[in-house]
């Protein structure tokens, strides 16, 4: 079983300045994956940076990245540059890993984080 | 290509009525999810079809709740006697397993409101 907790029900940026959303989780899982999706108005979920567990090295996506503590078991969100359209609601979730490496698919979510960014 | 469409967008419904909900996956995806997400909460796991066959139904909350994917492709969430608690956007996901990484593509969901 896995459990994702954001502690941050709400944040705000100023444009062009960084944000770091929070996520905890917790897995029995020995490999497993970390996601952060971005869900706007439209209510589509957009996936914005994922992390392999076994892997070390920080994921990065052009201004997103990912700061992942693995036996802290932490998995926070970095928006450098923020933008008036990163507006949005922002998921962590988690999902394990098959036998082959790739993710299982079932996703369990966070609570979510709104992010609000300020012109 | 298209992405993941559900229909409909918003279905109103009267307590005790059945109601279903539809999702067409981004063609060649096999896998296909259903969450449900209620107001201000992450979404919920619901059940998985791996090709025809539910691979993973552990999420469905009870037995007025059943998915279907007979072809492999299309699939119906179905809820019988709803309840106003069954008020919620329920989300449709469809990926290709055989990707590196089996990324999940969302569709824009379905919002149930149940008076």
């Known amino acids: 079983a896995q459990t994702v907790t954001q502690s941050q029900p709400e944040m705000s940026v100023q444009e062009a300045e960084t944000v770091t959303l929070s996520c905890t989780y917790d897995?029995?899982?020995?490999?497993?994956?970390l996601f952060w999706y971005k869900q706007p108005p439209s209510r589509q979920m957009i996936l914005v940076i994922r992390?392999?567990?076994?892997?070390?090295q920080n994921a990065t996506e052009n201004r997103f990245s990912v700061n992942f503590q693995k036996a802290a078991k932490s998995f926070s969100l970095k928006i450098s540059d923020s933008q008036l359209g990163d507006a949005a609601m922002y998921f962590c979730?988690?999902?394990?890993?098959?036998?082959?490496?790739?993710?299982?698919?079932?996703?369990?979510f966070g609570q979510g984080t709104i992010l609000t960014v300020h012109p | 290509g298209a992405g993941v469409s559900q229909t409909p967008s918003n279905k109103v419904t009267e307590k005790g009525k059945y109601v279903e909900l539809r999702c067409d996956p981004i063609?060649?995806?096999?896998?296909l999810y259903w969450y449900r997400q209620s107001l201000g909460q992450g979404p919920e796991f619901l059940i998985y079809?791996?090709?025809?066959?539910?691979?993973?139904d552990s999420g469905l909350p009870n037995d007025r709740f059943f998915a279907v994917r007979p072809e492999g492709s299309v699939s119906t969430l179905k809820i019988q006697r709803t309840e106003r608690g069954d008020s919620a956007v329920y989300l449709c996901a469809s990926s290709s397993p055989g990707g590196p990484y089996n990324e999940q593509f969302f569709g824009p969901g379905t919002r149930l409101t149940v008076l």
């Open positions: 063609s060649g995806h096999t896998a």
């Open positions: 079809f791996q090709g025809t066959g539910a691979a993973d």
């Open positions: 897995t029995s899982e020995s490999d497993y994956y």
């Open positions: 979730a988690c999902s394990k890993a098959n036998a082959g490496g790739t993710s299982y698919g079932k996703l369990t």
């Open positions: 992390q392999e567990a076994y892997k070390q």
